[in-house]
């Protein structure tokens, strides 16, 4: 089947996600810098998950511009990852909420590593129905870097229960290697 119902479907919960990180965000009291200062936890968690939102849409466009074609289980391995994803709104709220909190920042964690997971799945789904010398796999090689996510993020969990600020940076450190552009779709697709 087409992948367009797939395309518009994800670019619209997408951006319901990322619309309802930013109405979760509280209007501080009062109109000084004080009033700024008790936001700054929860405005640095919808940062950094707003990054990481970007990234999965980023990532999500590329690898379905390398699609031609779509089954009823690469659907629900995308809703898989859409679900992950719409727990966002939730994990940065409490995670900012709290003050970074150890259990927020594990869960935190947690919803990072189902939606690397996620991602893989969908990649490996696609891989499979387009066969192993397609474009798609071509272009996606050995992926290192959602590899290394999903260990970053399963030893970052167990860090934060120690030291919160430790895995924030973890999670941070991700965020920031995928945000180094990764060619490798656009190089093959425009070959």
Known sequence: ??????????????????????????????????????????????????????????????????????????????LFLLFCLSLAPFTTAWMGENNYAPLPVAVYGVMLLFAGLAYFILTKSLIAHHGNSSLLARSIGNDWKGTTSVLVYALAIPIAFVKPALACACYTLVAVMWLIPDPRIEKHVNA
């Open 1 to 78: 089947m087409s992948k367009g119902r797939l395309e518009a479907f994800s670019d619209g919960v997408f951006a319901v996600i990322i619309t309802i990180m930013v109405l979760d965000m509280k209007i501080p009291r009062g109109a000084d810098l004080q009033a700024l200062k008790s936001v700054i936890p929860v405005f640095l968690c919808y940062v950094l998950s707003y990054l990481y939102v970007g990234i999965y849409w980023n990532n999500h466009h590329h690898l379905l511009h390398a699609t031609e074609r779509v089954t009823g289980g690469i659907l629900w391995a995308n």
